[in-house]
């Protein structure tokens, strides 16, 4: 970077982040948290939100959350591609929610990579790594960035502006579709990858700058980044588009908001640079919730009766999705449904046989969503039961 743009904490800065905003709301005795709920809808009276109906996720039963302002901060849709570096809960169904409202959403085909996660699981490198002056190279050891316009090659551990390994992220990405494409990359289990190496940059810089990526390196691909390169391969990251917004990130429903990733407030366009997320949180986070305040306030009561209505539905839905006795596993369907996404609508979409891929994926995608109508659910404990129903409810 030519100029100093973002804050963090080493390479740790979501963790700090999510603990400190933990901590500052226990310090508020008005804020009532709701811990291990699962929202499955939302409640919308004569195109006013209303609140939302939620599960208990340590007792199995449903509650309502009466309110005349919703923010939604639910979060992409990662997860319905097989290589990505989301957690297991970003499976977009906040999004969804929202568009069974008659809420549009917008840009959805635009997606990002990022360059390097790990193999199988998807866990992200950080971009810190490469800032810090890591390296890419593929099955012969070759900086191959340098042949795809991002060259030419930098001195080893100085990365510069727009060089090399600090290019932009589709860039990056696409350039490791070419290699594999050319058969440069090496074959894993986990998929073809390339080397992310950060050897050179010493035992101590690393334990100092990036000590968090050491610790996954370790822990899910069994290397110390100290002595080996990290296998690393594309992955998707972020969804460009999501909940259409007006400026005060309010939507077609009255008092239902949404902000970060499952939103689409025209910000970032078709792609983002690294850490651009942190400061659309920083200044659409406080716009969306100074907004459901004043909308809060000035909205007045609801039709009561349809409002419980609604509710019913909800719960009369879940029912009808635990007792269905269909043949088909919602894990496998979730798993082709990765694959064919990965296949169809990755990197490059258009490009000459990839083509077809993409033609399939549309194909797969509509048998998929027949077949999940025949799911069924395994028998489990409540609070064990968060990954089949939020993926069942999408």
């Not at 991002?150 to 390994?165: A, D, I, Q, S, V």
């Not at 101590?204 to 822990?219: M, Q, T, V």
Request: aromatic share 8%; glycine share 12%; charged share 20%.
């Amino acid at each position: 970077m030519k100029i100093e743009r973002t804050w963090f904490a080493a390479d740790k800065t979501g963790f700090h982040m999510l603990h400190t905003l933990f901590q500052t709301s226990l310090q508020f005795p008005q804020i009532q948290r709701f811990d291990e709920h699962f929202v499955l809808d939302i409640l919308v009276d004569d195109g006013h939100v209303r609140g939302v109906v939620a599960m208990n996720m340590m007792e199995g039963t449903l509650v309502q959350i009466r309110a005349n302002a919703v923010v939604m901060a639910t979060g992409g849709a990662g997860r319905v591609y097989r290589y990505n570096t989301n957690g297991g809960i970003v499976t977009g169904d906040g999004m969804g929610m929202a568009l069974s409202h008659g809420v549009p959403l917008r840009d959805m085909e635009f997606v990002q990579y990022h360059p390097t996660g790990l193999p199988g699981s998807g866990i992200l490198m950080t971009e810190g790594c490469r800032g810090e002056g890591g390296i890419l190279v593929n099955k012969n050891g070759y900086r191959y960035l340098q042949d795809y316009g991002m060259g030419p090659e930098t001195p080893l551990g100085e990365p510069k502006n727009k060089y090399m390994e600090l290019g932009p992220r589709d860039k990056v990405s696409q350039a490791f579709w070419h290699e594999w494409r050319k058969g440069n990359t090496i074959s894993t289990p986990r998929g073809d990858v390339v080397y992310l190496d950060l050897r050179h940059l010493g035992e101590k810089k690393l334990h100092e700058r990036l000590p968090f990526i050491c610790e996954l390196a370790k822990a899910y691909v069994g290397v110390d980044p100290v002595k080996e390169p990290i296998p690393v391969r594309p992955t998707a990251h972020y969804t460009m588009g999501g909940i259409e917004t007006d400026q005060n990130c309010e939507t077609r429903i009255k008092g239902l908001f949404a902000v970060g990733e499952c939103s689409s407030v025209g910000l970032h366009g078709a792609n983002r640079l690294g850490s651009n997320s942190l400061a659309e949180l920083v200044v659409f986070g406080r716009l969306a919730g100074e907004q459901a305040t004043e909308r809060a306030a000035t909205a007045g009561n609801g039709n009561e009766a349809a409002i419980e209505a609604q509710a019913a539905g909800v719960e009369q839905r879940l029912k009808d999705l635990v007792n269905q006795d269909g043949g088909e596993n919602w894990a496998k369907i979730r798993d082709e449904m990765g694959l064919a996404m990965e296949e169809g609508c990755g990197i490059y979409r258009y490009a000459g046989t990839d083509a077809e891929n993409h033609r399939q994926a549309g194909r797969a995608a509509g048998t998929l969503q027949a077949r999940a109508h025949h799911r069924h659910l395994p028998a489990c404990s409540t609070p064990t039961c968060s990954t089949p129903l939020n993926w069942a409810t999408v």
